[in-house]
């Protein structure tokens, strides 16, 4: 399955103390550099993207991965687990993305 890179505006976004650089493709919490992969970080530049508005999984694969909803959604749960155990100071309670029953995930704002 092909991925693609989030788009590279001329800025950074910085949601509560995340700040995600698309030249570097690096994103920090704080002063900590998550050491994210191609994927992590354009899971999470997507939800940046619209911080505190809830994103369907089929939205994300598209957004993501670039490629039509399979209807298997394992995909973004496994990149969204991934994602939080780099984020999240106890991925066991996040308080950064946010699982929305029956829709999909957000970044809190």
């Known amino acids: 399955m092909q991925q693609y890179p989030p ?13 995600l650089d698309p030249a570097q493709q690096r994103a ?7 050491h994210l992969t191609r994927t992590e970080f ?6 940046a993207a619209a911080p505190g508005q809830p994103l369907t999984r089929h939205t994300l694969i598209q ?3 670039a490629t039509p ?7 973004v749960d496994v990149t ?4 939080r155990r780099k984020l999240e100071p106890d991925p066991a309670r996040p ?6 029953p029956g ?3 957000l970044l809190k704002a």
Do not use: C, F, K, S
């Not at 969204?80 to 994602?83: A, G, S």
């Open 7 to 19: 788009p590279e505006p001329d800025h950074e976004r910085q949601v509560r103390d995340l700040r």
């Open 28 to 34: 920090w919490r704080g002063d900590r550099d998550l």
């Open 42 to 47: 354009a899971l999470l530049w997507t939800l």
């Open 63 to 65: 957004q993501v991965w």
């Open 69 to 75: 909803d399979t209807g298997n959604t394992n995909l």
């Open 80 to 83: 969204i687990r991934r994602l």
């Open 95 to 100: 308080t950064y993305i946010m699982t929305v």
């Open 103 to 105: 829709v999909g995930y």
